[in-house]
């Protein structure tokens, strides 16, 4: 009989994926705000073709995603297991 731990685990694992999926999604939000924002700029065009200064934050949260994607995978695929051979 499974004590549970199995579920908490998937539980977790269903957690980082909702987190995963959020992160994208707001990265992705984020590079199409600061690409509209330097297209609507007049006689700004150096900024846009050399990405200079760097900003660096939508692709820091669309590769957290990524990570937080990877590890509720794991997780899940962990926890199922776990349950479906009835060691937790």
Request: hydrophobic content about 50%; charged content about 20%.
């Amino acid at each position: 009989m499974p004590s549970g731990d199995s579920f908490m685990l998937m539980g977790v694992g269903g957690l980082f994926l909702v987190l995963g999926l959020a992160l994208m999604i707001w990265g992705k939000r984020e590079e199409k705000s600061y690409y509209e924002a330097l297209a609507r700029r007049p006689g700004d065009a150096r900024e846009f073709m050399e990405h200079w200064p760097p900003r660096q934050q939508h692709d820091a949260l669309k590769a957290g995603g990524w990570i937080a994607l990877a590890i509720s995978l794991v997780m899940l695929l962990t926890g199922g297991v776990l349950y479906l051979l009835g060691w937790s």
